[in-house]
């Protein structure tokens, strides 16, 4: 958001799904600036979130995408907190009964913290 150097957007077929909103949140605790960098990290990170419409009818689905940071462990562990925390906040919202999907790059192996 509003530097040329991170995204983790999204490829949908624009036949199928129509985008309703979308944002993009920076992964890092409250009181850092947007764009710096959190815990053990080597790069800032974001996680994006969109909310798609079906063309078939109204379901609607949250999809967050993320890149964790590839070095700082600790990075990895916080950013997986603060996505878990969005979803649950999201669930328990007006909105809560939307089906939601976390993807991304974890550079993380299937055992590590943020699984």
Known sequence: PGRDDESAGYLFDQRQLQLLSSKAVWLAPDGVADGDLAW????????????????AGKPRLRVLNTHFDHHG???????????????EDFSRSREGSLAQVLCGDFNSAKDGQPY
């Open 40 to 55: 053990d990290a080597l790069y800032p990170r974001t996680y994006e979130i969109a909310t798609f419409a079906f063309a």
């Open 73 to 87: 462990i600790e990075a990895r562990g916080q950013s997986a907190v603060l996505l878990a925390k969005d979803m």
